[in-house]
């Protein structure tokens, strides 16, 4: 399973580390999907521990001009080579959106693949419209395309 997000946020820039914001409630939610508490482990163990549930991340965008954090301000973007990538991946069964803007440009990318693609609430704390309750529920359905 490949998860994606939009564009990492200036703190995760600055940090060089996906979804560093301390409100971001990614590490929380992909923790449900593979039954592990990631928040209390150390960034190299987090991943370690998404590598062995045999799930990646990356961003759909792979540059773009932004100022700020939010996906609404996000002009001149260039994406990823996402079938490239799906093509290089036999075993990958499926993809999740993180938010809004990553479904958007990653579904138009890998629409034309075997792949299941699943859109997300946004983790993003910008994003608190949903009670996390909600958010659980729908990251929950990422649990059947786990090896």
Known sequence: MLVLGS????????????YAHPQNRFWHLIGGVIGRELQPLSYERR????????VGLWDVVASARRSGSLDAAIREAESNALPELAASLPDLR???????????????????TPLALIPLPSSS????????????RR?????EFLS
């Open 139 to 143: 990251w929950a359905a990422l649990r």
């Open 94 to 112: 499926a993809v999740g959106f993180n938010g809004g803007t990553a479904a958007r440009i990653g579904t138009g990318l890998l629409s034309t």
């Open 47 to 54: 991943l370690a521990a998404l590598l062995e549930a045999k």
């Open 125 to 136: 704390p910008a994003y608190a419209s949903m009670a996390l309750a909600e958010k659980e």
């Open 7 to 18: 564009l990492p946020g200036e703190r995760s820039l600055a940090e060089q580390r996906y």
